[in-house]
């Protein structure tokens, strides 16, 4: 297949040695002179009905297409996608060779290059690198993965993921970067710009509130304009700023009674109207519900036909020729779509940097995976300064800890070199196959120690103590599986709860290391004097592990999520058509609104098992100096961090803002900024970073505007969300402007 892609490509490569001055002449589209906006324009107008509808469907399984009706999808698209598709990839858009428009590969996702069958780098899970605190962090790693992607044969990515983890059971919170709006702008946007600095187009997802998976093709989601616009789509918006993604791929849920695939709010008037948005926004695979009602109210690309058990007709240029005929859709929209996607190609770098296949440095992308890793991990706990490992002899003990690590499931799954460590881990089917990174924590320990150490499964518990008596120190892994389509409770399955207790009991030196795809609850979690929580950590997972655990690597890692004490915490006691079959229409109002995360626990006054931000080190930091300032409608915040113990290490300082009941915010305190700080023993820096105003400002729907109330605002310092050293007033006056951007 590999061979394919690079017949596809050459000619698209011809073009590009090609001198720009004379394709311009007759091709104008090809000047590198001009903007994106007057390429996209002038290749639209030298197009064919026809040609615009191919820049508008996109199709995945070639096999399955060959056997769809031919009035749906015609000979001509079926040959060309059996000839060029790229095998066990998500979705191929057929080019315009005449016209010197390249075909558009399209790859799963945020984590790495996922196709059934090829072996590529997974990164750690995107909450992992969230907890880093640092965009540099997932910058790098959608470098590194576009990289990977380009010489696979791939332009664009559907990634990053960008919704919040609203609900704490999601099965695909892995694949996002966190509860709160700022973290997840700066996070998701490192890896968006990371991805399209190599010159493909690069995906926000999923648009909006897809913050379930339980019944995700058929649940409506029941919210205010103002919830959504202070915390979903503010999560967006400031993703969409600091990373101008070339594309939009729209949810399967229903948003207020309307697909998200089809809703006129989410699409036409938020993300194209307000915020100026010129990219194209496509379908997620088998989210389409309707053809001319979805184009008019704002999707561009109908995307990844045949999938997910519908819509075929909708993917039918007959279809659609017959809606423009009777007037339902205008051939103005019909420009606009192809536009649209002809502004992302030329605006990234797709067209004028065809892709290439060619040799990959998976040395040199795990070195990047391993970085991302070892800057993520968060130490919970550590009484008695239990770590770093003193010990002359360890007890491992479970989670396949002597094979590898455990990865998500889904489209974010990636296949490692020479497979996955561990088979037949159920489920075996979607989202599985349950993969295992090949980075065995056991083995890279003895590697990076020189104590005796053991290993067990931990599936007989008896087993497991026994070595943990006769060991001077004890660690337990345990593992959360997570995937695309699936809600999980948050107890641990198996028996995984009873054999920490037990070992605990055994040894009172015993360490938790948690492979999760998000929060779990701990119920041994008094018994136990370290836990460290790897989320999942990776191609070099182990090796991370290993180098947090002895002190090669001082941990620096922060929650971007809250973990509850109980499932009395939550904000909703029960998931709407959790574990049942898929496809009942459910519904779910969340009139929690914006007080999503630790908002919602500040709301409740309720006490976190781990707080938001909540991070150890193996030396430690002070905060000071706390000085804000009025900065246009915003604030600057500076400080100082200062490293008062014996290590060199890392930190996250976060600044909160704070607002009196008079101000309407959904909860007493937003985060508004923070900043990833390194610093030798005794060293100290000063800081500045920027509040944005709508993080100060609550959104009113009559005027659609930001509003900030004149008043006494706080401002507070700290290195979690529970532990805020310092703290200060602020009077801001009242400031109203449009959220419709440059207004």
């Known amino acids: 297949m590999k061979s394919q892609v690079r017949v596809s490509l050459f000619g698209v490569a011809l073009l590009a040695c090609v001198s720009t001055s004379a394709l311009a002449q007759g091709q104008p589209w090809l000047d590198r002179s001009k903007t994106p906006e007057q390429r996209a324009a002038a290749a639209v107008s030298a197009m064919t009905l026809e040609e615009k509808l191919g820049l508008v469907m996109g199709y995945t399984d070639p096999e399955k297409l060959a056997n769809e009706p031919d009035d749906v999808v015609s000979p001509a698209i079926k040959a060309d996608v059996i000839a060029h598709h790229i095998k066990g990839s998500a979705g191929y858009i057929a080019g315009i060779p005449r016209l010197g428009i390249p075909a558009q590969w399209q790859t799963d996702a945020s984590i790495g290059v996922r196709v059934a069958g090829m072996e590529r780098t997974a990164l750690p899970s995107s909450l992992a690198t969230a907890a880093s605190f640092d965009p540099k962090i997932t910058e790098a790693g959608g470098e590194m993965i576009a990289t990977e992607a380009r010489a696979s044969g791939f332009n664009v990515f559907l990634a990053g993921g960008g919704n919040l983890a609203r609900e704490p059971r999601n099965g695909r919170n892995f694949e996002y970067t966190g509860e709160d709006p700022v973290l997840t702008g700066d996070m998701t946007g490192g890896l968006i710009r990371g991805i399209q600095s190599k010159h493909m187009v690069s995906t926000m997802k999923h648009w909006a509130v897809n913050d379930q998976e339980s019944q995700r093709t058929t649940v409506d989601v029941k919210i205010t304009k103002q919830a959504m616009r202070q915390s979903d789509l503010l999560a967006f918006e400031l993703v969409y700023d600091t990373s101008s993604p070339g594309s939009v791929m729209c949810a399967y849920n229903l948003v207020n009674a309307d697909w998200a695939c089809e809703n006129d709010y989410l699409q036409n008037q938020v993300l194209k109207q307000d915020w100026g948005f010129k990219g194209y926004i496509m379908s997620d695979w088998g989210a389409v519900h309707s053809a001319a009602k979805a184009a008019v109210n704002g999707l561009d690309q109908f995307t990844g036909y045949p999938c997910c058990g519908h819509h075929g007709a909708f993917f039918s240029e007959k279809s659609l020729k017959a809606e423009i005929a009777a007037g339902a859709l205008p051939m103005s929209r019909i420009d606009d779509m192809a536009e649209r996607i002809l502004w992302a190609l030329f605006a990234k770098g797709v067209v004028d940097d065809p892709v290439k296949v060619g040799p990959i440095d998976f040395k040199a992308s795990a070195d990047v995976a391993q970085t991302a890793a070892e800057a993520s991990l968060v130490l919970l706990?550590?009484?008695?300064?239990?770590?770093?490992?003193?010990?002359?002899?360890?007890?491992?003990?479970?989670?396949?800890?002597?094979?590898?690590?455990?990865?998500?499931?889904?489209?974010?799954?990636?296949?490692?070199?020479?497979?996955?460590?561990?088979?037949?881990?159920?489920?075996?089917?979607?989202?599985?196959?349950?993969?295992?990174?090949?980075?065995?924590?056991?083995?890279?320990?003895?590697?990076?120690?020189?104590?005796?150490?053991?290993?067990?499964?931990?599936?007989?518990?008896?087993?497991?103590?026994?070595?943990?008596?006769?060991?001077?120190?004890?660690?337990?892994?345990?593992?959360?599986?997570?995937?695309?389509?699936?809600?999980?409770?948050?107890?641990?399955?198996?028996?995984?709860?009873?054999?920490?207790?037990?070992?605990?009991?055994?040894?009172?030196?015993?360490?938790?290391?948690?492979?999760?795809?998000?929060?779990?609850?701990?119920?041994?979690?008094?018994?136990?004097?370290?836990?460290?929580?790897?989320?999942?950590?990776?191609?070099?997972?182990?090796?991370?592990?290993?180098?947090?655990?002895?002190?090669?690597?001082?941990?620096?890692?922060?929650?971007?999520?809250?973990?509850?004490?109980?499932?009395?915490?939550?904000?909703?006691?029960?998931?709407?058509?959790?574990?049942?079959?898929?496809?009942?229409?459910?519904?779910?109002?969340?009139?929690?609104?914006?007080?999503?995360?630790?908002?919602?626990?500040?709301?409740?006054?309720?006490?976190?098992?781990?707080?938001?931000?909540?991070?150890?080190?193996?030396?430690?930091?002070?905060?000071?100096?706390?000085?804000?300032?009025?900065?246009?409608?915003?604030?600057?915040?500076?400080?100082?961090?200062?490293?008062?113990?014996?290590?060199?290490?890392?930190?996250?300082?976060?600044?909160?803002?704070?607002?009196?009941?008079?101000?309407?915010?959904?909860?007493?305190?937003?985060?508004?900024?923070?900043?990833?700080?390194?610093?030798?023993?005794?060293?100290?820096?000063?800081?500045?970073?920027?509040?944005?105003?709508?993080?100060?400002?609550t959104y009113d729907e009559a005027t659609d505007s930001w509003v900030i109330k004149a008043g006494s605002y706080r401002v507070m310092l700290g290195l979690s969300s529970d532990n805020l050293s310092q703290a200060t007033s602020i009077t801001l006056p009242e400031s109203r402007w449009s959220a419709a951007h440059g207004k």
């Open 381 to 697: 706990k550590n009484d008695g300064n239990l770590l770093p490992l003193k010990a002359t002899s360890i007890a491992m003990i479970g989670g396949h800890a002597d094979k590898g690590v455990l990865s998500g499931g889904g489209s974010s799954g990636v296949t490692p070199i020479g497979g996955s460590a561990v088979k037949g881990v159920a489920p075996t089917t979607w989202p599985g196959p349950v993969v295992y990174q090949p980075s065995s924590p056991v083995k890279a320990l003895t590697a990076a120690t020189t104590a005796k150490i053991s290993y067990v499964s931990g599936e007989d518990i008896a087993e497991a103590v026994a070595l943990a008596k006769r060991s001077e120190v004890a660690i337990v892994f345990v593992t959360q599986f997570m995937g695309e389509g699936i809600d999980n409770p948050l107890e641990l399955d198996g028996n995984q709860d009873a054999l920490v207790a037990a070992v605990a009991r055994a040894n009172p030196k015993t360490i938790v290391v948690v492979e999760s795809g998000g929060a779990i609850l701990m119920p041994w979690l008094k018994g136990v004097p370290a836990v460290l929580e790897a989320f999942y950590p990776g191609v070099r997972g182990g090796e991370a592990i290993a180098n947090i655990l002895t002190g090669k690597v001082n941990p620096s890692g922060h929650l971007p999520i809250t973990f509850p004490a109980s499932n009395d915490q939550l904000a909703h006691a029960e998931i709407p058509g959790f574990h049942k079959p898929d496809g009942i229409p459910v519904s779910i109002t969340y009139d929690e609104g914006a007080a999503i995360g630790y908002k919602w626990y500040d709301l409740k006054g309720y006490t976190p098992l781990f707080a938001f931000g909540h991070g150890l080190s193996y030396t430690s930091f002070e905060v000071a100096d706390l000085k804000p300032a009025i900065s246009g409608k915003g604030l600057t915040v500076r400080f100082s961090v200062k490293n008062t113990g014996k290590l060199k290490g890392a930190t996250a300082a976060q600044v909160y803002v704070g607002a009196d009941k008079t101000a309407g915010w959904e909860a007493p305190k937003r985060l508004g900024a923070f900043s990833k700080v390194e610093l030798a023993p005794g060293a100290s820096q000063a800081v500045e970073v920027s509040v944005d105003p709508r993080i100060l400002a």
